[in-house]
C-alpha cells in the first residue's frame, strides 16, 4: 500500500516524495534542490547559507502579521543502514514506504523518517494557505547525523524569529527543553601484514541479528555491541586455540549501536571441530546473557580460502585488548532530572583500512560538559595505552534546560487543550542541533516535539501513523496560539 492516502492529508505525501531522494549526510544536494523548486513553485523566499544550510519563508495570513515569527528546524540527511545481505544503492535507490499495521517502515533499510517527516511537515505548513498562522522560517540543516556540521556553521544571521521548533525528537506526548552535548573519539593503529602460516584453516566468523539501536536515545537498553560481542569472542578463541586474526570489521555509524560484525581468522587444523563446537556454545551462552533483550543473535562461521596473511601478533593483541577495556554503553543517570541518561558511550566500529590500519570509532555524549571530556579523555587513553593514534571530532554543546520558556508554556497548554492530558516534559539524552544553534543566537527560546518514531539508525525504524497525526495536530495548535509581538 502506497501511504499518500493517509492522515494527515499531504503530509505523507511530501514524505512520499521524499523518500524518493537519496540524502546520506554529505549528499544533501539532490533534496536541497527539489526543496528549492518546491519554494518557487509556491511563490517562496528560499536562502542557502555558506554551508549549504537552506531556509525557506512565508509571510504571515492576513491579519496576523504581528504575531512572533517562528522558526521551524529539521535536518535533511538520514542513516542510511541495512542488513548485509540487503542490496541497495544509497546515491541512487530511493526508500520504499510500507504500512504494517500502524507503522510506516521501510524494508531491510532505514526509513529516513528522522528527520524526514520534520521536512515533511515543513512543506505542508508552507504550501497550504488555508492553514492560518503567523510569519514562518522553515530552516532545513544539512548534516546532521555524521556531526552536526549544518548547525555548527550555520550563519548567525541567517534566520530572525526569536522562537525555534525543533521537528526531530521521536517520543509523542513528550516536550523536550533539552539535550545532551557530544563528542567523538577516534583512534587508529598501525599493524604489520604477515605471511599466513601454512596448512593452517581460514574461517569467516559473521556475527548479526542483534537489534542495534540509537546510541543516544536506545544506549541505556543494554542491546548488544557487535564489535565488542565479537571482540570476546576472538579473545576466547585466541586463549584456547591460538589463532591468526586476518580481518575485523564491525559497525557503521558514530550514532548507532553496531548491530553486525566479521572476522576472518586462522586456526590449526587439528582444532577444526572443537572450534566450530565451540562458536555455538558462546553464541548459546550470548543468547542467554543478553535474554529477550537481542533474541535474534547470530553467529555463523564458514571454512574459506586463506588470505594469505595475518596481522602480526603484538597487533593483534593490543587491538583486542584495547576494545576489551573500552568501556560501552551507560556510563550514569542524571541526578536532575529521573529517568534521563547523563553520560555515555558507544563503541560504534572498528574497520581495517588500506595501509594497514585500524579505525576505531567511539562517540561520547553527556549533558555534563565535564563528564562528557573526562570520559573522551579515558578512552584516548586507552587507545594511546596500546600505541594508537588518537584525535578528538569538535563536539557539540548540550542544551540546558529552560523551564519558563514562553514556548513551552504555549506548547503544554496546547497540548492540555487538543489530547485532555499533560504532556511529560524532559531532556533527551540524544543530540538535537539545539544547543550549537543556541550558541549562534542566544536567547533564543526553543522547543522539541516529534511523533513516535522506534529503531531510528537501524532497518527497524518504523514511524507511528496515530502519533503522526497528533504531532500534526499538536504543531498547528501551537503557531495558532504564538503570542503578537510586544
Same mark, same amino acid.
Given at each position: ?101 500502524? /507503522?510506516?517502515?521501510?524494508?531491510? %533499510? ?30 532545513? %540543516?544539512?548534516?546532521?547525523?555524521? #556531526? ?11 534566520? %530572525? ?16 527543553? #533539552?539535550?545532551? #552535548? ?7 593503529? *598501525? ?11 581460514? /574461517? ?12 543516544? +536515545? ?19 578463541? +585466541? ?34 571441530? *572443537? ?22 543473535? *547470530?553467529? +555463523? ?37 529521573? +529517568? ?70 504555549? %506548547? ?75
Amino acid at each position: 500500500m502506497t501511504i499518500n492516502h493517509l492522515e494527515p492529508a499531504g503530509l505523507w505525501r511530501f514524505f512520499e516524495e521524499i523518500c524518493r531522494i537519496p540524502r546520506l549526510s554529505g549528499n544533501e544536494g539532490r533534496i536541497i534542490g527539489f526543496l528549492e523548486d518546491f519554494a518557487r513553485e509556491n511563490g517562496l523566499e528560499s536562502n542557502r547559507d555558506k554551508t549549504g544550510n537552506l531556509l525557506i519563508k512565508k509571510a504571515a495570513s492576513p491579519g496576523l502579521e504581528k504575531i512572533k515569527p517562528v522558526v521551524l528546524q529539521s535536518h535533511l540527511d538520514m542513516v542510511g543502514e541495512k542488513d548485509s545481505n540487503t542490496v541497495h544503492d544509497w546515491d541512487n535507490d530511493p526508500i520504499v514506504p510500507v504500512i504494517e499495521g500502524d /507503522w510506516v517502515r521501510a524494508e531491510k %533499510t532505514t526509513l529516513g523518517a528522522d528527520d524526514g517527516i520534520g521536512i515533511a511537515a515543513q512543506m505542508k505548513l508552507l504550501s497550504d494557505n488555508e492553514i492560518a498562522m503567523g510569519p514562518i522560517e522553515c530552516l532545513f %540543516t544539512v548534516d546532521e547525523e555524521s #556531526g552536526m556540521t549544518g548547525a555548527k556553521y550555520l550563519d548567525s544571521n541567517f534566520f %530572525t524569529s526569536s522562537i525555534l521548533i525543533n521537528l526531530d525528537s521521536e517520543d509523542e506526548g513528550q516536550l523536550f527543553i #533539552g539535550c545532551a #552535548g557530544g563528542i567523538d573519539t577516534i583512534a587508529t593503529l *598501525k599493524y604489520s601484514e604477515e605471511k599466513a602460516p601454512a596448512g593452517y584453516t581460514a /574461517w569467516e566468523i559473521t556475527l548479526s541479528g542483534l537489534l542495534g539501536g540509537h546510541s543516544g +536515545d536506545e544506549i541505556h537498553r543494554g542491546f548488544g555491541n557487535s564489535v565488542k560481542i565479537m571482540n570476546r569472542l576472538l579473545l576466547e578463541l +585466541d586463549s584456547i586455540f591460538g589463532i591468526n586474526l586476518c580481518v575485523f570489521n564491525g559497525g557503521n555509524l558514530r550514532n548507532a549501536i553496531p548491530r553486525e560484525a566479521f572476522a576472518t581468522i586462522l586456526s590449526k587444523p587439528v582444532d577444526k571441530e *572443537k572450534l566450530v563446537r565451540y562458536v555455538a556454545e558462546y553464541c548459546d551462552r550470548l543468547r542467554e546473557e543478553l535474554g529477550e533483550t537481542d533474541p535474534g543473535l *547470530k553467529i +555463523d562461521i564458514t571454512e574459506v580460502y586463506s588470505p594469505g596473511i595475518i596481522i602480526d601478533r603484538i597487533s593483534q593483541e593490543k587491538i583486542n585488548m584495547a576494545i576489551e577495556k573500552c568501556p560501552h554503553g551507560l556510563i550514569a543517570w542524571s541526578k536532575e532530572m529521573k +529517568d534521563l541518561v547523563e553520560t555515555s558511550t558507544n563503541l560504534a566500529s572498528i574497520k581495517f583500512t588500506e595501509g594497514s590500519s585500524i579505525k576505531i570509532v567511539t562517540s561520547q555524549r553527556s549533558s555534563v560538559e565535564s563528564s562528557k571530556a573526562e570520559l573522551a579523555l579515558r578512552i584516548e587513553a586507552i587507545f594511546r595505552g596500546v600505541g594508537a593514534d588518537v584525535y578528538h571530532s569538535d563536539g557539540y554543546p548540550g542544551w540546558q534546560p529552560d523551564t519558563s520558556s514562553e514556548i513551552l508554556a504555549v %506548547t503544554k497548554e496546547s497540548y492540555i487543550k487538543m489530547f485532555g492530558e499533560e504532556p511529560e516534559v524532559k531532556a533527551i539524552h540524544a543530540g538535537l542541533e539545539c544547543g550549537l544553534i543556541l550558541k549562534k543566537f542566544p536567547g533564543l527560546d526553543m522547543i522539541s516535539f516529534g511523533p513516535t518514531i522506534k529503531g531510528a539508525h537501524t532497518p527497524l525504524e518504523r514511524i507511528n501513523i496515530n502519533s503522526t497525526v497528533k504531532f500534526w495536530k499538536l504543531l498547528l495548535e501551537v503557531l495558532r496560539n504564538i503570542p503578537a509581538e510586544d
